[in-house]
């Protein structure tokens, strides 16, 4: 089939089969193929490789993927649009399709259920996704913190939760996906995507981020739960001090204090200021405050 990553080709289809792109799924179409081109070569794909891809939509990326990769396991939680799918990929062997809600999948166990292990181990695998943008945070929440066993992610996301993504201590965009995202992988912009190559036309423009899993994380955590409770704490109430933020914990005032200070940060700073290393010295001191109690 020709590229559905056209805006003559989209339009066609959309009325053929008599759909409605739906706001509240985050539809919005890519409809340049060059773009489509460019997100498959940022993840590296060979004839080894297994994708699995969030919301194929009508296809646009799915087509790409199935040229370059071994597999191609596709999860889509319209049903009119897997009928569509069905019907225009169906000469493609090697692509699964899934119906489903990316958020309550467990990615490893769809891999299992298509691929098999291989020696008794589970073959590592890539994520391509064009996100939709209503629940980018809690799918990467799901993605970062389900641990599965994804080497590379290649994502397009809104710019201003890409920028989120990569910032750093201190900066206006930093805060608890800073953190995740950082503490979990190695993430970098690959390019700019302008608004106007989806169908329809978002509102605000996007960016195709990287994030390569990291073998080990860059600080020593040992309860992460606990790392991230302190660290959502620490960004509720961005404009209370730390000492302030942390009162949700259930500790009280002069622990708190005691606490910061022999994580050695002073008192009076804001969460938004501390590296991923002082979140980890700050939650262990924490965690032992919690249990001495
Ligand atoms: N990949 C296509 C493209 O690039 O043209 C479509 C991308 S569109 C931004 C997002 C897609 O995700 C839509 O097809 C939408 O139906 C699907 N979607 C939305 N929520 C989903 C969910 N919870 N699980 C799986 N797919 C979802």
Known sequence: MNSVATPGKT???????????RKSRGQNFLVDSNIVRKIAVAAGLGPDDIVIEIGPGLGALTQELLKQAGMVIAVEIDGDLISAL????????NLRLVAGDALKINFDELVARYKG??????????????????????????LLTGKFNITESVLMVQAEVGYRMLA??????????????????????IFKVPRTVFYPRPEVDSLVV????????????EDEEFFFRVVRAAFNQRRKTLVNALGSLGLDRPQLLNAVMAAGIDPRRRGETLSIED????SKILQQQIERR
């Open 11 to 21: 339009l066609a289809l959309i009325r053929e089969k008599g759909l409605v792109p």
């Open 86 to 93: 069905e019907e225009n990929l169906k000469d493609k062997d």
């Open 117 to 142: 292990e291989e020696g008794g181990r589970l073959p590592t695998y890539k994520l391509v996704a064009n996100l939709p943008y209503y629940i980018t945070t809690p799918l990467l929440m799901h």
């Open 168 to 189: 750093l201590p201190g900066s206006k965009d930093y805060g608890a996906l800073s953190v995740a995202v950082q503490y979990y992988t190695e993430p970098a912009i």
């Open 210 to 221: 990287k994030l390569t899993r990291r073998t080990d994380p860059p600080v020593q955590v």
């Open 279 to 282: 979140f980890a010295v700050l």
